[in-house]
Each structure stands twice: as structure tokens, then as C-alpha cells.
């Protein structure tokens, strides 16, 4: 008789830890204490969407939320060992640490946060067509593709290397840097350009403006959304037939954080930025120097149309108090 009773104890105490151990998944990511650690993203679209998700999750769904810096090869790692969760603007497929993580199921992409990015190698349309305002000669008139390039290496010499031209390179680090190397070896461009890495960012856009407001030929890598596009004319090479990429954008997640956190991936993966704002946005980024978290704010406070259909009608009340 009196064994029935501790029987229906030790079920009653099993469905209780049971129940327990629901409420805490339940309970999801934030409110179980745990931080939302996002990629400290270098390149301005990186950074303002990140900070635009940092605060989503802060103010409207009471999240803890941190950014680690680094490049973006040494973030896709940590993302992939769980020790970031969220890396805001991964380009996906073009970084082999992303795909064999994602092939190992270790990281998710998931929504689209900018649609019609475009990437490339780009000169200023002055050196193709010239420029009469500026009394600007074309110096490669028949430049249209990268295939044409190897005629023109004297065009855009290096002052260090002056036998050579000199193509601009993302920063070291950069996935881009590694494809940029390996498209000046499969197009036999090696011999002719030196492959001139800047150190960062910003550094490659000085170059570009300064060159730009000498009318002086360059050619470099870049790609959109960025200031830089909304305040030069540039003309972009055309790659070998077959070979233009397509660019799909998503947020990148750990395993672990896409599985635990389905109410914070829910908001995530409708995170939309159009490309035309966001250009815009960035372009005042740099004209009215500010940085990526006032930016943030500026944009929410100014964009409810936007990122209203994210987020639940309750995080939107919370967000829209908190700014």
C-alpha cells in the first residue's frame, strides 16, 4: 500500500522537473539570462543593421545584448562555436568558413536584411568617357570589362611599383580579399597589378575620394549599400560571361541560438532594410558624421513603416517609448 504513494510522488516530481524544464525553454534566450552577442560588424551597412538589431532586441523583447569586433573570417568562427549568435550582414556563400559551417550544421542564414546588394571592380566614369566639366581626358576609352584591363595597367600605375598598375583590394581579412586574389590570378592580371591591400575601410574609401577629386584614374573593389556609391560616379566592370554573382544577404545565426531562441529568430529573419534608404542613410552617416548607434536611433525614430512589421504590436509600444 504504501508503495503506491511514493510511486505517484516520483511521477509527480519527474512531471514537475519535466514542466520546469518546458518553462525554461519557454521562457526563451533573454529571459533565461543569456546575452545576445552579435558580430561587431566594420563596414557601415554591417554596423548599422546590427545596431538597429541590438536595440530591437533590447528595448522591445528585454534582451541583454553585446558586440564582439573583429574581421569577418574570425566572426564566422565564433559564430560558429556559439560564441557570438548573430552576425547581422553575412554574404552568404561567398566565405568558405560560412559554408563548411553551414554544411556542418552549425550555422543558419535565415531573412533577407538588404535585397540588391551589388559588389564589383569599379573605376570612376571619368577615365572611361572623360569628363568636359572638368576637362578630364578619357584615358580608357574602350575599358568595359576586366578582361580589358591588361592594356590599361599604365592607366592606373603604382607610384611604388610604376612597371606595374595598381588594383585596390579590400582590407586583409575581408572574405572579399581572398576572391579579389584570386580573380586577378584567373584573369592573368597578376603580372600587371600589384594587388595593394589598405588597412581598413575607411582607409580604401580615402584613397578613392582623393583620387576622385583629382580626376585621377583608380581602380578598385566595392560593393552596395554604402555612403561611397551615393557620392561618386563610377562605372563597373563587367566580369567574364557566366561568372557575375549573385548576392543573397541574410542574418547569420549559431545552431544553438536559431534552436533556443525561436521568438527572437522570428523578429530576425523579417529585418528589412531597403536598399534605397539604406543608401541614403548611410550617405548621411557620413555627411552629417554620425556614428552607427545614433544613426540607429535616427532610423527607427524616423522609419516606424519599416520596422513596425517586424516585431510584435507589444515590442513596438516598448520600442517606440524607449526612443
Not at 45 to 72: F, H, R, W
Not at 212 to 237: A, C, H, N
Not at 266 to 290: G, H, S, Y
Request: glycine content about 8%.
Amino acid at each position: 500500500m504504501n508503495k503506491k504513494p511514493k510511486s505517484l510522488l516520483g511521477t509527480a516530481l519527474v512531471l514537475g522537473l519535466c514542466a520546469s524544464s518546458a518553462a525554461t525553454q519557454a521562457a526563451g534566450w533573454c529571459e533565461a539570462g543569456k546575452p545576445v552577442k552579435f558580430a561587431g560588424l566594420n563596414w557601415e551597412s554591417g554596423m548599422l543593421l546590427t545596431d538597429v538589431m541590438q536595440i530591437v532586441l533590447k528595448e522591445g523583447y528585454g534582451c541583454a545584448t553585446d558586440s564582439l569586433p573583429g574581421n569577418s573570417i574570425t566572426m564566422e568562427n565564433a559564430l560558429s562555436s556559439n560564441d557570438i549568435q548573430v552576425f547581422a550582414e553575412e554574404w552568404v556563400g561567398r566565405s568558405e568558413v560560412w559554408n563548411k559551417a553551414a554544411a556542418a550544421g552549425k550555422v543558419v542564414g535565415v531573412g533577407a536584411p538588404i535585397v540588391g546588394a551589388a559588389e564589383g571592380w569599379y573605376v570612376p566614369r571619368y577615365v572611361v568617357e572623360g569628363d568636359a566639366k572638368r576637362k578630364l581626358e578619357a584615358k580608357a576609352p574602350n575599358l568595359k570589362a576586366i578582361t580589358d584591363l591588361a592594356q590599361y595597367a599604365d592607366v592606373f600605375r603604382d607610384q611604388e611599383e610604376p612597371d606595374k598598375g595598381r588594383f585596390y583590394n579590400c582590407p586583409a581579412g575581408w572574405t572579399c580579399e581572398l576572391d579579389n586574389s584570386e580573380m586577378l590570378k584567373s584573369y592573368g592580371l597578376e603580372d600587371k597589378f600589384t594587388n595593394f591591400r589598405p588597412g581598413t575601410g575607411p582607409a580604401l574609401d580615402a584613397a578613392v575620394l582623393s583620387s576622385y577629386k583629382r580626376g585621377e584614374p583608380i581602380l578598385f573593389y566595392y560593393w552596395s549599400p554604402t555612403p561611397l556609391m551615393g557620392q561618386v560616379d563610377l562605372v563597373k566592370l563587367d566580369e567574364k560571361p557566366g561568372s557575375d554573382k549573385t548576392i543573397t544577404i541574410q542574418v547569420g545565426l549559431s545552431k544553438a541560438f536559431h534552436e533556443q531562441a525561436p521568438e527572437l529568430v522570428a523578429v530576425l529573419e523579417k529585418v528589412n532594410l531597403p536598399i534605397d534608404l539604406l543608401n541614403q542613410n548611410l550617405a548621411r552617416m557620413a555627411k552629417e558624421r554620425l556614428d552607427s548607434p545614433e544613426l540607429a536611433k535616427v532610423f527607427l525614430k524616423e522609419h516606424p513603416e519599416v520596422w513596425h512589421a517586424w516585431v510584435s504590436e507589444e515590442a513596438a509600444q516598448k520600442i517606440d517609448a524607449a526612443l
